[in-house]
């Protein structure tokens, strides 16, 4: 089996992860945002208390799972350009 990482695969790798990085922190953002919002002290009366128990909490789940699984993504990607590198696959 042929094994081989190329200078486009290994800047793609790099460019990844930047992008992964800058969703993570826009996600952790919007994270902070949202919970400062849901706060009773800060937004009270029907509409805010459904954005709270409902709205917020399914889409701050749904943040929190997408940092998660981009957290993989970054660990996967990074851990085979590594093999292959390790593998005496690297640049050719």
């Known amino acids: ?12 790798v790099a460019r990844l992860r ?11 953002v919007m994270l902070r945002t949202g919970e400062e919002l849901a706060s009773p002290l800060v937004w ?8 709270r128990d409902e709205e917020w909490a399914s889409t701050r789940q749904w943040a929190l799972g997408s940092v998660q699984q981009l957290t993989e993504l970054q ?3 990074d851990r085979i350009n590594q093999d292959i590198m390790t593998a005496g696959g690297g640049l050719g």
Do not use: C, K, P, Y
Request: net charge negative.
């Open 18 to 28: 930047t992008d992964i990085d800058t969703v993570r922190e826009a996600l952790d």
């Open 1 to 12: 089996m042929r094994v081989v990482t190329s200078e486009q695969a290994v800047a793609l």
């Open 75 to 77: 660990a996967t990607v």
């Open 44 to 51: 009270e009366g029907t509409a805010a208390n459904r954005f």
